[in-house]
């Protein structure tokens, strides 16, 4: 397997989006979406801490989080990468966007990418994803994008894709 950390940060893209590291100056545009452990940014320099503690994780080799930046305009709409498992030949995916740019296809063309990149690049056998169970169009997309429904807890749902 070649998990990370990389000798290089593995930037990926199509002619659509550029999954991209993400520095701490992303931090402002990216608050009202940061994440660390299921607790969400309230303030800029909060996001700015949590995307310090990802970066750390990056280095210990247990993450990698990108930046999903539209090619055209170089914003960044959303955020998407792997965050445990990687001991055990599996990833668990994760992604966001900001409201505004849901519905326009920057979540699939991420998902791709970042499905391909932990089966071609990081050797994972197995991609899992978790989301609410009211939340219809990432059960959508998961199920367009070939995962299988494999369990259901309090109020979530959790998908898997094998290689």
Known sequence: M?????LNFPN?????????QIFSVDSKDLVEISFY????????QKAAEMQDRINEDYVDGSSIHWGIE????????GTCGYYRGFDK??????????????GKGYMAAAMQLAIAFGFDQMGLERIWAAT?????????????LDFIKVGELE????YERMR
């Open 2 to 6: 070649n998990l990370p950390p990389y």
């Open 12 to 20: 990926i893209g199509n002619d659509t989006i550029s999954l991209r």
């Open 37 to 44: 452990d299921a607790v969400q940014a309230s303030t800029v």
């Open 70 to 77: 539209d090619r055209l305009s170089g914003q960044l709409v």
């Open 89 to 102: 030949g599996q990833g668990e995916l994760g992604c966001v966007l900001l409201p505004q740019y849901r």
């Open 132 to 144: 609410d169970q009211d939340n219809t169009a990432a059960i959508k997309l998961l199920e367009r």
């Open 155 to 158: 109020n979530e749902i959790e």
